[in-house]
C-alpha cells in the first residue's frame, strides 16, 4: 500500500518543504510555550495558514527536520548582526531628551501606536459584530478604526455596514492622514469597549463543513444519505457537496486514481485549474503525466497568462463534478479525507 506522505511529497518523490511547511516544523520542534509566543505574533491569516499546515504534518523524515532547522539558523545568522534599541530602552532615552509627550508621540510613529495589540485582538471577531459596535461612532470615528485593522478584515466591516454609509466612510479613510492625539484616545475608548463585550459575541460555527467532514467519514453509502439530506433542504445539500469535493482532495488520491481522472479531464481544463493550486495538488497531478507531457503542459500554463480567479473556481468546480461522475459510477475509489494507511 501506498506510504503516508508529508505535505508537498508525491508518489514517495521528496519535494522541497514551501516555507509554510518550513515554519510549521520549526513551530513543532520549539515546544509549546515557545510556539504559542512566536503565534500571537501573527496575524490571522498567517496563523490560520500555518497551524492548518502543523496539524497536517505527518510523515516528516529527520533529515528534512534537520534542514529546516540549519536553514533558519543559516538565515538568522545572515540577518541578524548589531539589534535596533528596544523600545523601553528608547522611550527611557527620549524621555530625558524631549520629555514624555513628545517621546510618545514620536515612539508611536516608530513602532505604531499602542493601540494596534488590542486592535489585533479584534481580527477574529465577526465582522458583522464590529459593523455594528462602529455603526453608532461618527463617520470619522468609523474611518480611524477601520483604518487601524487589517485590510481584508476591514474590507469585510464596510462590507457589513448599513450600504448608504459606505462611500461615506471609505472616504473618511482616504482623507487619512496623521490622527491627533485625542481622536487616538477615543479610538482606543471604542476598542476598550469593544474587547469588554466580546462575550456577547456568538460563536461562529462552519455548519456546511463540518457537516461534509462528517459525511466523507461516513461508511457505506454516502450517496443515499446525500439524497436523503436533498430531501430537507436541496439548496444547503448543493453547498455541502462542493465541500466534500473540494479540489484539494485531488492531493491525497492514489496515483491510479489520478491517471483514471487525468484520462477523463482535459489538458485545457488542467491548464486553468492548476492556477494558483497548492503544490500538493499541482505536483500530484503532474506525477500522473509522462514527462514530455508535463513539459508541454507547464509550457501550455505560461502562455495562457493570468486567469481571473472566478474562472479558475469555475474550471475547478467543472473537474470535481467530473471527479464525482467517476466515483458515483464505481470507476475510482475516492479518498475523501486524511487517513493513515498501512503497509
Not at 479613510?173 to 490622527?179: C, T, W
Not at 466523507?216 to 462542493?242: C, S, T
Amino acid at each position: 500500500m501506498e506510504e503516508n506522505l508529508p505535505n508537498g511529497a508525491v508518489g514517495g518523490a521528496p519535494v522541497a518543504l514551501d516555507r509554510i511547511e518550513q515554519a510549521a516544523i520549526l513551530l513543532l520542534c520549539m515546544g509549546e510555550e515557545p510556539a504559542a509566543n512566536v503565534l500571537r505574533c501573527l496575524d490571522r491569516e498567517d496563523l490560520l495558514k500555518v497551524t492548518q499546515t502543523m496539524s497536517g504534518l505527518s510523515g516528516i523524515k529527520v533529515d528534512e527536520v534537520k534542514t529546516t532547522i540549519q536553514r533558519f539558523f543559516d538565515e538568522y545568522r545572515e540577518q541578524s548582526g548589531v539589534h535596533g534599541a528596544s523600545r523601553s530602552f528608547l522611550k527611557r532615552t527620549l524621555d530625558k531628551a524631549l520629555g514624555g509627550d513628545i517621546a510618545s508621540s514620536v515612539l508611536d510613529t516608530i513602532y505604531g501606536d499602542a493601540i494596534r495589540p488590542k486592535m489585533a485582538r479584534l481580527q477574529w471577531v465577526s465582522p458583522q459584530w464590529l459593523a455594528v459596535r462602529i455603526g453608532a461612532e461618527h463617520v470619522r470615528m468609523q474611518a480611524v478604526f477601520l483604518a487601524f485593522l487589517p485590510p481584508a478584515l476591514a474590507g469585510r466591516v464596510v462590507q457589513a455596514l448599513p450600504e448608504e454609509t459606505r462611500d461615506s466612510v471609505l472616504v473618511n479613510i482616504a482623507r487619512l492622514s496623521d490622527v491627533d492625539r485625542e481622536l487616538l484616545v477615543e479610538l482606543e475608548e471604542l476598542v476598550n469597549r469593544c474587547l469588554e463585550n466580546l462575550h456577547t459575541q456568538s460563536t461562529q460555527v462552519e455548519g456546511r463543513q463540518l457537516t461534509a467532514d462528517i459525511i466523507n467519514r461516513l461508511p457505506g453509502d454516502r450517496a443515499r444519505m446525500i439524497e436523503l439530506l436533498r430531501a430537507h433542504d436541496p439548496a444547503i445539500v448543493d453547498e455541502i457537496e462542493a465541500r466534500m469535493y473540494d479540489f484539494f482532495v485531488l492531493s491525497r488520491q492514489t496515483e491510479a486514481v489520478l491517471m483514471r481522472i487525468c484520462e477523463t479531464v482535459a489538458l485545457e481544463q488542467w491548464a486553468i485549474a492548476l492556477k494558483g493550486a497548492e503544490p500538493a495538488v499541482r505536483d500530484a497531478v503532474l506525477a500522473t503525466m509522462p514527462r514530455r507531457q508535463a513539459q508541454n503542459f507547464e509550457q501550455m500554463m505560461r502562455r495562457s497568462g493570468p486567469v481571473p480567479k472566478s474562472r479558475v473556481e469555475e474550471v475547478r468546480g467543472e473537474i470535481m463534478a467530473q471527479v464525482k461522475a467517476l466515483a458515483d459510477a464505481g470507476e475510482i475509489d475516492l479518498q475523501l479525507f486524511p487517513e493513515e494507511v498501512l503497509e
